[in-house]
T-cell receptor, first 114, second 113 residues
Framework: QKEVEQDPGPLSVPEGAIVSLNCTYS??????FMWYRQYSRKGPELLMY????GNKEDGRFTAQVDKSSKYISLFIRDSQPSDSATYLCAMSGPPTDSWGKLQFGAGTQVVVTP | DTGVSQNPRHKITKRGQNVTFRCDPI?????LYWYRQTLGQGPEFLTY????????KSRLLSDRFSAERPKGSFSTLEIQRTEQGDSAMYLC???????????FGPGTRLLVL
């Protein structure tokens, strides 16, 4: 079983809808959580970064972390066709233990239709 | 452009040949990571440098793989005697000191024929 599980999708939503993405993980040592957006044949782009549990909002993006449930979420409000991409969750443990290396989910493909 | 840069962007080689990729980090980022990504999967960690010191290598990094970061600036990843299973996107990511964020380059897409 992988340390980080993520539904591969595809997830298709109409323009303007809320996109809801999530990941579950098994390693309780994870404490840094990130979401990346990756367009086809490009490198991942950092969207959101959260330390430990809680919510963080940045523009149309909201990231949530529930460490007790080992569950993280990303919400995209007012979705646009340009949001069509693969979204990757990533997480890492304490730097002293893991050197910050990221464990990624497989990515969820999102398609926003006009 | 002050982001992470990688060269070449694409590489096609024949099985058994050696290839070398280069990563130029964001200025002042002392942490540098190499990852490998195959189709439909998330990136997998290969190796980590803090300044010029290589502090961790994944078991995925066989003895055909070697990475360097001389003087703590750019880094190179070399694959010797390439195999078809090495075909993947090789990603470099760098991060500033005292933060856990990582910023990725555009990747080098390798195809081994």
């Amino acid at each position: 079983q992988k340390e980080v599980e993520q539904d591969p999708g595809p997830l298709s939503v109409p323009e303007g809808a809320i996109v809801s993405l999530n990941c579950t993980y098994s390693n309780s040592a994870f404490q840094y959580f990130m979401w990346y957006r990756q367009y086809s044949r490009k490198g991942p782009e950092l969207l959101m970064y959260t330390y430990s549990s809680g919510n963080k909002e940045d523009g149309r993006f909201t990231a949530q972390v529930d460490k007790s449930s080992k569950y993280i979420s990303l919400f995209i409000r007012d979705s646009q066709p340009s949001d069509s991409a693969t979204y990757l969750c990533a997480m890492s443990g304490p730097p002293t233990d893991s050197w910050g290396k990221l464990q990624f989910g497989a990515g969820t493909q999102v398609v926003v239709t006009p | 452009d002050t982001g992470v840069s990688q060269n070449p962007r694409h590489k096609i080689t024949k099985r058994g040949q050696n290839v070398t990729f280069r990563c130029d980090p964001i200025s002042e980022h002392n942490r540098l990571y190499w990852y490998r990504q195959t189709l439909g999967q998330g990136p997998e960690f290969l190796t980590y440098f803090q300044n010029e010191a290589q502090l961790e290598k994944s078991r995925l990094l066989s003895d055909r793989f070697s990475a360097e970061r001389p003087k703590g600036s750019f880094s190179t990843l070399e694959i010797q005697r390439t195999e078809q299973g090495d075909s993947a996107m090789y990603l470099c990511a760098t991060g500033p000191p005292n933060q856990e964020t990582q910023y990725f380059g555009p990747g080098t897409r390798l195809l081994v024929l």
